[in-house]
């Protein structure tokens, strides 16, 4: 399941990280955990997991307890697999603090890339919920997915407009609702949906123009159908849109 991108989740960190320096009298092992946590979110970030794992276990052991850098290594071996190991992190970091929005956001993913849909969606729920978090149309949309992978249109539809109610320009929940609309043959929701898209993106995107073709295709407009396959087959030759026509 998708996610916010990690230079956001970094953002998002910082005031986390920046709560734990302010005694000076004790900064040694604070400043030691901020130090690796950040590394090694960018190691991970990177790919190079064997030098985030050095970073992140020099973090723990400086900060076992801290929120910040538990929710780091649960993402860490989430992407090494160890998916117990990963779960037990993020329960630490929600236990050091329960009001975290990004670590109910990763767990809920993680939960439902688990196949533990109801579970995800309540921590979806929980980090929406928090008036503090900048970004709830992430959470809010990651629960559409899940629901989605659950085999729930009607719940995820919801979830997706709840998104954009916080964020009417919010691509993904747009995207999400026009191929929606579309596989349940509302084609005039899924252009409106997508024309909303297409003014909010800043660039063709080989998906967009490939539902603009079988939407149009399928209300007989024709020539804008043929219109968009002409770009998304110049532009995006190799892709499976592209090649998915006929």
Same mark, same amino acid.
């Given at each position: 399941?998708?996610?916010?991108? *990690?230079?956001?989740?970094?953002?998002?960190?910082?005031?986390?990280?920046?709560?734990?320096?302010?005694?000076?009298?004790?900064?040694?092992?604070?400043?030691?955990?901020?130090?690796?946590?950040?590394?090694?979110?960018?190691?991970?970030?990177?790919?190079?997991?064997?030098?985030?794992?050095?970073?992140?276990?020099?973090?723990?052991?400086?900060?076992?307890?801290?929120?910040?850098?538990?929710?780091?290594?649960?993402? *860490?071996?989430?992407?090494?697999?160890?998916?117990?190991?990963?779960?037990?992190?993020?329960?630490?970091?929600?236990?050091?603090?329960?009001?975290?929005?990004?670590?109910?956001?990763?767990?809920?993913?993680?939960?439902?890339?688990?196949?533990?849909?109801?579970?995800?969606?309540?921590?979806?729920?929980?980090?929406?919920?928090?008036?503090?978090?900048?970004?709830?149309?992430?959470?809010?949309?990651?629960?559409?997915?899940?629901?989605?992978?659950?085999?729930?249109?009607?719940?995820?539809?919801?979830?997706?407009?709840?998104?954009?109610?916080?964020?009417?320009?919010?691509?993904?929940? *747009?995207?999400?609702?026009?191929? *929606?609309?579309?596989?349940?043959?509302?084609?005039?929701?899924?252009?409106?949906?997508?024309?909303?898209?297409?003014?909010?993106?800043?660039?063709?995107?080989?998906?967009?123009?490939?539902?603009?073709?079988?939407?149009?295709?399928?209300?007989?407009?024709?020539?804008?159908?043929?219109?968009?396959?002409?770009?998304?087959?110049?532009?995006?030759?190799?892709?499976?849109?592209?090649?998915?026509?006929?």
């Amino acid at each position: 399941m998708k996610r916010a991108p *990690l230079v956001i989740l970094l953002l998002l960190l910082a005031p986390m990280l920046a709560s734990c320096v302010g005694n000076r009298a004790k900064v040694d092992k604070p400043r030691v955990a901020e130090l690796n946590t950040r590394l090694g979110l960018e190691y991970l970030g990177q790919g190079r997991l064997d030098l985030a794992r050095i970073k992140l276990a020099r973090a723990l052991e400086a900060e076992p307890r801290s929120a910040s850098v538990n929710w780091a290594n649960a993402l *860490l071996y989430e992407k090494l697999g160890e998916t117990e190991k990963a779960e037990s992190f993020f329960r630490k970091a929600l236990r050091a603090d329960p009001d975290s929005s990004e670590a109910h956001n990763n767990f809920g993913a993680f939960l439902c890339e688990q196949e533990r849909f109801k579970e995800g969606v309540k921590h979806f729920e929980k980090a929406a919920a928090n008036p503090l978090y900048p970004t709830p149309e992430y959470a809010l949309a990651n629960a559409g997915l899940c629901l989605l992978d659950a085999g729930d249109e009607a719940r995820a539809e919801a979830f997706f407009r709840k998104a954009l109610e916080r964020n009417p320009n919010y691509a993904r929940a *747009l995207y999400q609702m026009a191929l *929606l609309t579309y596989n349940q043959k509302r084609y005039l929701s899924s252009r409106a949906y997508r024309e909303r898209l297409e003014a909010v993106l800043k660039k063709k995107d080989p998906r967009v123009l490939w539902l603009c073709v079988v939407t149009e295709r399928a209300m007989s407009n024709y020539d804008d159908a043929d219109r968009c396959e002409k770009v998304l087959k110049t532009t995006f030759p190799d892709t499976k849109e592209a090649s998915s026509l006929y």
